[in-house]
């Protein structure tokens, strides 16, 4: 699948929609983690520079379809204003008085923001009519469309995929860079191939574990979807967190990996409490290391246990592509952070071509202190990613091909 980009569009002086993912973590309205409103400054500035009127567009949290304060992208436009040095008019709407007026003030190399698009009911509805009105409407508010909001392109949203139908589009710096990426996970991989899976449910990894059985050398499990990887092998799991109707399913895949050769890898000892600890005061929580195959009655499982982190970190040493995705622990929390530390220790020791697959391990690496530049690369969509690794066809990136172009 081929796009156009932004050099084949001509932007001076046209009013240039930018689908950015600016889905940010908000606490009390204060932005926790800035890392995608970062990495969607190049592009804007870029047509900022160019002379374009950049009318910039994100979702940000569930709201339902209706305005909702605490979705506000208002923070957002201030903080990505002092990103790029220049003003960003806000909108308060999404095709509303003051989206118009906000857009129609603009001048040549200046910047607004929408409001939320999930405001409206439009940009996620499922009936094809609805969301196509909705993309009409923002259609009138531009000349171009730029796609640049990787973290959604999994989604069959108006203004992912709908809106770059109706305008001559082309896509972002951002989406060209994760597609380049990806492919060199899916494509001639440099071998051996490791990948690192964790996060809370198995169940949200089946997909791409099915499909990594095809590619990957090695699959290292953590995070709270391990339990159900060692209640699969028979193994008394405590009060961990547990997908009962998944295991099958996990014993199968552990039967087909073993079949192909793929090597699985499981921690040999984990981390826990009796209780889960409190993630705003970091209070101590009495951590436990126990046998990850003796894993006591009441005893929650909370991350990979230090001799895991060793064997772990040995099995990485030696790849040549690695592609982590979901977080060994509750890292949140200093008690239970050094599992998913030591995994992004591995990473950045190894000679591999690295990439973080976003989503709470972006945000790990970032609360942890390391230096994103460490790594290959830090993706800004975990979802996104992980249903390209699945596979799946994903129809933001099928709205930006060539083959949609008018």
Do not use: C
């Not at 469309?145 to 001559?168: C, I, Q, T």
């Not at 996990?250 to 921690?267: C, T």
């Not at 998913?340 to 697959?357: E, H, K, M, N």
């Amino acid at each position: 699948m081929s796009m156009k980009t932004i050099d084949d569009l001509e932007v001076a002086g046209a009013r240039v929609f930018v689908r950015a993912d600016l889905n940010v973590p908000l606490s009390d309205g204060t932005i926790t983690d800035d890392g995608r409103i970062r990495a969607a400054v190049p592009t804007i500035s870029r047509l900022a520079e160019a002379g374009a009127k950049v009318v910039v567009a994100s979702h940000l949290g569930r709201p339902k379809g209706a305005p909702d304060p605490q979705y506000s992208l208002a923070p957002v436009a201030e903080r990505l204003g002092e990103l790029l040095g220049r003003p960003v008019a806000f909108a308060t709407d999404t095709v509303g008085d003051s989206a118009r007026a906000t857009v129609a003030g603009l001048a040549d190399g200046q910047v607004a923001l929408l409001e939320n698009l999930r405001f409206n009911p439009g940009e996620t509805s499922k009936d094809e009519a609805e969301r196509g009105a909705f993309a009409d409407r923002l259609a009138e508010l531009a000349d171009r469309y730029v796609g640049d909001g990787f973290g959604a392109v999994h989604r069959k949203h108006a203004s992912v995929f709908d809106l770059p139908a109706r305008l001559p589009h082309a896509a972002g710096g951002l989406i060209a860079t994760e597609v380049g990426v990806l492919r060199q996970l899916t494509e001639d991989v440099a071998r051996p191939y490791a990948v690192v899976l964790g996060g809370a449910k198995v169940s949200d990894k089946l997909g791409v574990i099915d499909n990594l059985l095809h590619k990957a050398d090695r699959i290292i499990i953590g995070g709270g979807m391990l339990f159900t990887f060692l209640a699969a092998k028979g193994y008394r799991v405590g009060a961990s967190l547990l997908q009962e109707d998944q295991i099958p399913a996990v014993r199968e895949y552990l039967r087909r990996a073993e079949e192909r050769g793929v090597e699985f890898v499981l921690p040999v000892d984990v981390v826990g409490a009796t209780a889960f600890p409190d993630l705003k005061t970091k209070a101590p929580a009495e951590p436990v290391t126990v046998a990850a195959d003796a894993i006591p009655e009441g005893l929650i499982g909370l991350d990979i246990g230090p001799e895991s982190r060793k064997l772990y970190a040995a099995k990485l040493a030696d790849a040549a592509t690695v592609f982590w995705n979901g977080p060994m622990g509750v890292f949140e929390h200093p008690d239970f952070a050094e599992g998913t530390r030591a995994v992004a220790q591995a990473l950045i020791d190894s000679p591999a071509f690295t990439v973080v697959g976003g989503g709470d391990s972006a945000a790990a690496v970032r609360l942890l202190g390391f230096e994103e530049s460490a790594f290959g690369h830090i993706s800004t969509g975990g979802g996104a990613s992980l249903e390209y690794l699945e596979g799946k066809e994903l129809p933001g990136l099928v709205a930006l091909s060539d083959e949609e172009q008018a």
